[in-house]
């Protein structure tokens, strides 16, 4: 069981897994059976929001479901590994415990937030926020591990046996989170929590043996610092102690088998169950204070004019700030500064744009979030410090990936919507339905091509510098820069690459406030003419184009605003995009799910005929069929290689044998008788070490030149080679007939002789 926070209703579930919804104020307690969810581990409201309850279950698993709709209809934690077993809460941020896993959730996103370092070895009793922050984990073997929200990489260890406490049953805190009450055997320990050090200790009467259950009674004005203590005794009864007085109170109707009880957070009501099953609710005051005002019976009359509840507030002053933040007010605020005040930027974006805060179809989308490839490939290439920023990037890249698939061929998605959710980083939802909108009005268009850069509207940006600057599109054409040099890599980033971040903001408050998707193209336009200088003497002197367009510039947002808007009014209707695209920003919608996305321009043959894992089939075969063309070519290329070589040797051996053959023909044909023998044999030995010099450097000289020059033209290997042995061929007859000249030279001088 478990009360709301305004104290206007109560919750509970049965043995059977039926779930009650009590309303509290009126004369009888009004009972509703909203249905059967099974036996939960821990029921409490959200005290984000009312109307949403969190159950958990056995198998780990955590729902957020919103009372009064579809049981069907709810978002589920997953991260526990064992059934959670407590639950509590500190401002955005919600804690639960199992055995052996601590996490704690962000509950304006529902993604985990952080899973603490806990000591595996030992059982998880309890753990629990404090109402400043605190973050305690209650050990089996009475140790308790300790974290600040803000200080979660630094924990403190405490041993509770140094104060004489054991076997601690269960522990709290007060209202304002100063002092920590743990109940154990035979008596109550206060710590205070500002340094873990022992306040007081209260030792329970004889008849009880131990406090299984706490839980403090707020009273109007002591600020938080409860002084009144419920507790389960051994004996299961309820029993009452003053912990400033250290005294034991009494109660005047006595409460006995009791089971488990609970009090409202401003201690109005107490509910318990008995041991025979049955739900009791009273006032408190009837058991703290003999001079009840309610009857004897304890029955709940009325006993104040109730006021709106929490969420109808909202919703009144959201209503008023919709028409208090309309264009005929925001228009002249935005003329005489420039620009939007900081603290209310996203006030202001998402009342122009009217974002829905549709919570329903955001939890549809992020309770089906698996981290997938593209945001862990995302968070690799682009490393931020700030782990907050990465991480809501990850879940805002998965939760788009969720609602159009397709998008997951978008490189350019991490870069384009970055800076956006920086001006929305503190609310997740409306950072999403941001970027919806984004995508959905100024990004029309842009995925009929895809994934190559969208064709048609880089070209509606050529004609647009046509007509404007034709000098400047003319140096474009003669350098060879195309509009996905200059046009394209502003429109990926929303031109934030080449804007500071204040001048970035100041151009998107006029773009968003003028709501003409259009006017974003003109403004791509506009840098290019503001910097056409520096852009010609860039090219002239051969620089480098496209780090130009991806770094930061000295223009004024508001310089190129005044000429975007100055292009928009002088270009033809004929070259205006408001032919192609709609000037009409479409909205989200309040209930049910998001728009799709792209479906009418994506290419038809994929969004038909192929899904995202055809997409990703088709890749593997791509990268497969590249790897198998990488190995038949170095295996083409050994093989040339060894034939070049085999047919180099197999022509050396031929021209050698032709040689060594000629040469023996006319050494035959020699007078050796007219030479002395003595000279016969130097002349052969010279003329025989000549004839191997000479053919191992032919050789080598060959075979190094045939080689290198088959191997260095593969394309036309047949014909080239062809030609370069046939010259070969021609120079090595010429060095044979120069060397048989030579010999018929020495046979004449000998004949001379």
């Given at each position: 069981m478990s009360f709301d926070h305004d104290e206007e209703s109560?919750?509970?579930?049965?043995?059977?897994?039926?779930?009650?919804?009590?309303?509290?104020?009126?004369d009888v307690p009004c009972c509703k059976i909203l249905g059967k969810i099974g036996r939960p581990t821990f029921l409490a409201f959200n005290p984000m929001c009312t109307e949403e309850i969190l159950i958990g279950f056995d198998t780990g698993d955590i729902k957020v479901w919103k009372l009064h709709t579809d049981m069907k209809e709810f978002c589920l934690l997953s991260g526990h590994k064992l059934p959670p077993t407590h639950v509590s809460f500190y401002k955005h941020h919600c804690l639960t415990s199992s055995r052996n896993e601590v996490i704690i959730w962000d509950l304006k996103s529902y993604i985990k937030a952080h899973q603490l370092k806990v000591r595996v070895q030992n059982t998880i009793k309890k753990a629990a926020f404090s109402n400043v922050g605190h973050i305690v984990v209650l050990y089996h073997n009475d140790t308790m591990q300790v974290w600040t929200l803000r200080q979660l990489h630094k924990d403190t260890k405490i041993d509770t046996k140094i104060f004489g406490i054991h076997y601690i049953k269960d522990f709290i805190f007060t209202k304002d989170g100063r002092a920590m009450i743990m109940g154990g055997i035979r008596n109550i320990s206060i710590l205070n929590t500002y340094d873990?050090?022992?306040?007081?200790?209260?030792?329970?009467?004889?008849?009880?043996?131990?406090?299984?259950?706490?839980?403090?009674?707020?009273c109007p004005l002591e600020g938080g610092a409860n002084k009144i203590l419920a507790f389960l005794s051994s004996k299961c009864t309820l029993q009452l102690c003053d912990i400033s007085a250290l005294t034991f109170l009494e109660i005047p109707i006595p409460i006995g088998r009791i089971k488990k009880f609970v009090i409202s957070s401003t201690g109005r009501y107490i509910a318990y169950i008995d041991q025979e099953g049955c739900l009791n609710v009273m006032y408190t005051d009837k058991i703290i204070s003999k001079k009840c005002p309610q009857p004897d019976n304890g029955l709940l009359k009325p006993y104040r004019v109730h006021a709106h509840k929490i969420n109808d507030h909202l919703e009144c002053v959201r209503q008023s700030m919709k028409q208090e933040l309309n264009m005929k007010r925001l228009m002249p605020i935005l003329k005489e500064f420039g620009e939007y005040p900081e603290k209310y930027r996203t006030i202001i974006w998402s009342t122009i744009l009217k974002l829905p805060a549709n919570k329903s179809a955001y939890v549809a989308l992020a309770s089906k979030v698996t981290r997938g490839r593209f945001a862990l490939n995302t968070l690799k290439s682009l490393p931020l410090a700030d782990k907050s920023k990465a991480s809501l990037l990850a879940m805002t890249l998965d939760c788009l990936l969720q609602w159009c698939p397709l998008l997951i061929q978008s490189l350019f998605l991490p870069n384009f919507i970055f800076p956006f959710l920086m001006v929305f980083q503190k609310d997740p939802l409306l950072a999403f339905e941001l970027i919806l909108s984004i995508l959905l009005n100024y990004c029309q268009k842009w995925f009929e091509y895809h994934p190559l850069p969208p064709l048609n509207i880089l070209g509606i940006c050529e004609n647009i510098l046509l007509e404007t600057d034709p000098i400047l599109l003319n140096i474009f054409c003669e350098r060879g820069i195309t509009s996905r040099e200059y046009a394209w890599p502003l429109l990926q980033t929303a031109m934030s690459e080449v804007l500071s971040g204040d001048e970035w903001l100041f151009l998107w408050d006029h773009l968003i406030s003028y709501q003409k998707p259009s006017l974003l193209l003109m403004c791509v336009i506009a840098y290019n003419i503001c910097l056409r200088d520096n852009v010609i003497s860039l090219i002239k002197s051969s620089g480098d184009v496209k780090a130009f367009y991806s770094t930061q510039s000295h223009i004024r947002a508001k310089d190129l605003l005044k000429i975007a808007r100055k292009i928009d009014q002088k270009i033809s209707k004929r070259v205006h995009p408001n032919r192609y695209l709609r000037d009409k920003l479409s909205q989200l919608n309040h209930s049910g799910p998001y728009p799709s996305f792209i479906s009418q321009e994506y290419p038809k043959f994929l969004t038909e005929n192929l899904s995202i894992a055809d997409l990703e089939k088709l890749k593997m075969q791509e990268q497969n069929l590249q790897e198998y063309n990488r190995r038949i070519a170095d295996f083409e290329k050994r093989k040339l290689h060894a034939e070049t070589e085999a047919f180099a040797k197999q022509i050396h051996e031929t021209r050698l044998n032709e040689v060594q053959k000629c040469f023996q023909e006319h050494i035959s044909n020699l007078k050796w008788k007219l030479l002395p023998n003595a000279e016969k044999e130097k002349f052969c030995y010279h003329l025989y070490k000549d004839l191997d010099s000479l053919s191992e450097r032919k050789q080598e000289c060959n075979k190094c030149k045939v080689v290198e020059d088959i191997i260095s033209n593969l394309e036309d290997a047949n014909s080239k080679n062809y030609k370069k042995l046939q010259r070969d061929v021609t120079m090595l007859e010429y060095e044979v007939q120069s060397f048989l000249n030579s010999l018929k030279f020495h046979k004449s001088e000998m004949e001379i002789s």
């Open positions: 109560l919750i509970v579930v049965d043995t059977k897994g039926y779930l009650y919804y009590i309303e509290l104020p009126g873990w050090s022992l306040l007081k200790k209260l030792c329970l009467p004889n008849n009880f043996v131990e406090a299984k259950q706490l839980s403090v009674i707020p």
